[in-house]
């Protein structure tokens, strides 16, 4: 039996979602409460010239633009991030509608139906994570993992608006 790594302190140990948006519907706050459990469970967060985690992050969106802010364990600020939502804006809708179609063939389409279409849905929220790093790079480092969660959250944010 092999041993477990030892837990990095370059890693977020709490997020948290803009309170002043309202919620969405009951299948994108699942999305959501389940991103944040398995984000704060595995994720790799380390941002540039900050001391060392672990980190708190509060995601909100201000006018178009998505705020990133970092906060160390004990709440004090570390930094924030403003990044532009306009390179996500295409690669978010075509999620948005392909989810869409992921909800409601879950209620009445066959098995494979639901298949073809949630490979659809992982290929495009790839595309989009890969998109959320190539934004986040030299400001904030995370692994694939953690940039897949951080865009089912901004897709939270962005249904919730």
Do not use: W
Not at 5 to 20: F, K
Not at 25 to 39: F, K, M, Q, S
Not at 67 to 74: C, E, Q, S
Not at 136 to 152: N, W
């Amino acid at each position: 039996m092999s041993a477990s790594p030892a837990p990095s302190s370059e890693r977020l140990i709490g997020v948290e979602l803009d309170h002043t948006i309202g919620s969405a519907a009951p299948d994108i706050e699942h999305e959501r409460a389940v991103a944040i459990t398995d984000l704060i469970d595995e994720n790799s967060f380390r941002p540039a010239g900050a001391p060392g985690g672990p980190y708190r992050l509060r995601l909100s969106t201000d006018g178009g633009r998505l705020v990133f802010d970092i906060r160390a364990a004990d709440d004090q600020p570390v930094v924030t991030h403003i990044l532009s939502l306009a390179p996500l804006r295409r690669v978010m809708r075509d999620y948005f509608l392909i989810c869409d179609s992921y909800y409601e063939a879950i209620r009445s389409a066959t098995p494979s139906q639901i298949e073809a279409i949630d490979m659809g849905r992982r290929g495009i929220h790839n595309d989009g994570s890969d998109l959320l790093r190539e934004r986040l790079a030299g400001k904030i480092e995370v692994d694939k993992e953690t940039a897949r969660r951080l865009f089912t959250l901004i897709g939270v944010l962005q249904r919730r608006s």
